[in-house]
């Protein structure tokens, strides 16, 4: 019984000891190599030095967690996690997307953001023709039959009240009579009255009154789904989501998220190094559309000139970012804490409103 109790106990002595050698060049200071690439607005260079949101992100965790770092910059997200994963960083921060293939040989942290892969694709004016087009299609069609039927219902009602008391007006045979309704209506909404007809009766004026203020929403609501309907069209790509991909000429950054999930569907692309060259090259026309993160394009589309460049709103594939380490770090748990404590404020959810508007 008292020889198990040693042996626990020296058990116990060696745990604790080598715990505290695992930990002991943290506590004295040593720096930590931190593994980052150009990725705005997650990182980027600024008179050489990084910003970013992961960037102001780590900056805080360091800070509460009392840690000393160095930046190394990196070309691409699978030289910064080989880093990682052959011991020469100790984290990767970033524009990173947590894969299961990847889970396979790093850890991460909790998600500092939630996005995914999108489609960017290059629009192009429609033309006088198209706008034409968009005059006679279902969805416009629709929605004026559905406006006269409004203006027939009103005109049938305001004839049933005025054609007793007001037959010079709204008298006649019942067709005469719906038809001044209609027309009564139709003027009426549209603000133009002429004057030629008017109801005299209480209930008419009455009817007449809700009307007015009727036809103000209605007429507004009908404008606005027209107006939107013609910029819409005025504004059209190739291609509206993913199946149009195979047909197309396709872009990717290499050996990232995007080119990983275009060769797994079996869709062919042409890699790039970076995001910006890849958005540059639909722009010249070169390619069609670019499958990559969908955060990464949006901002890079708002800062410089990509005019005639756009990101589907439809997400390909949702996707977590979150910083990487290697399997087992002792860095993790302290990492986690500090994260999770930092993106509970008002300053991270501010820096978030600022870098991708008020989607989080």
């Known amino acids: 019984m008292l020889s198990h109790r040693i042996f626990t ?77 052959q011991g020469r960083a100790d984290i990767a921060i970033g524009a990173i997307s947590v894969s299961a293939e990847r889970e396979k040989q790093l850890d991460f942290t909790q998600p500092m953001y939630q996005a995914g892969l999108g489609i960017a694709a290059r629009s192009q004016p429609a033309g006088w023709m198209s706008t034409v087009k968009s005059l006679f299609s279902w969805q416009f069609l629709s929605a004026v039959l559905a406006l006269s039927v409004v203006l027939l219902l009103v005109g049938v009602l305001i004839w049933l009240l005025e054609r007793k008391r007001n037959p010079e007006q709204f008298g006649g045979n019942t067709s005469a ?8 209506s139709a003027v009426t909404m549209t603000t133009v009255g002429y ?33 939107s309907s013609i910029t819409v069209n005025k504004l059209q790509t190739r291609i509206t989501g993913v199946s149009d991909l195979p047909q197309v000429q396709v872009a990717a950054v290499a050996e990232t998220s995007g080119a990983a999930w275009l060769a797994g569907e079996g869709i062919h692309y042409r890699p ?23 955060p990464l394009m949006r901002y ?61």
């Not at 009579?177 to 009564?184: H, S, V």
């Not at 540059?280 to 670019?290: H, K, M, N, T, Y």
């Not at 990492?335 to 959810?349: G, K, S, Y």
Request: overall charge negative; proline content about 4%.
């Open 9 to 85: 106990r020296k058990l116990l002595w060696k745990a604790l000891l080598l715990s505290q050698l695992i930990l002991l060049p943290l506590a004295n200071g040593t720096e930590l190599k931190v593994a980052l690439k150009q990725s705005p607005p997650f990182t980027y260079q600024e008179q050489e030095q990084w910003q970013g949101v992961s960037v102001e992100l780590w900056k805080t965790v360091a800070d509460q967690a009392n840690y000393s770092y160095q930046f190394q910059s990196h070309e691409s997200v699978a030289e910064m996690l080989d880093a990682v994963a």
């Open 177 to 184: 009579g719906i038809g001044n309704g209609f027309w009564w």
């Open 195 to 227: 004057g030629d007809k008017a109801p005299i009766t209480p209930a008419g004026r009455l009817l007449g009154l809700i009307w007015m203020f009727a036809s103000i929403i209605t007429i507004s609501g009908f404008t606005a789904g027209i107006a």
């Open 272 to 294: 790039y190094p970076d995001v910006k060259t890849a958005l540059a090259a639909i722009r010249e026309g070169d390619v069609d559309a670019l499958v990559a993160d969908a």
């Open 300 to 360: 890079l589309l708002q800062e410089e000139d990509y005019a005639n460049v756009v990101v589907l709103p439809q997400l390909v594939r949702k996707e977590s970012y979150a910083f990487a380490m290697a399997n087992g770090s002792p860095l993790q748990e302290t990492i986690n804490r500090a994260m999770l404590e930092h993106m509970q404020t008002d300053q991270w959810q501010q820096l978030l409103n600022q870098n991708f508007g008020r989607e989080q």
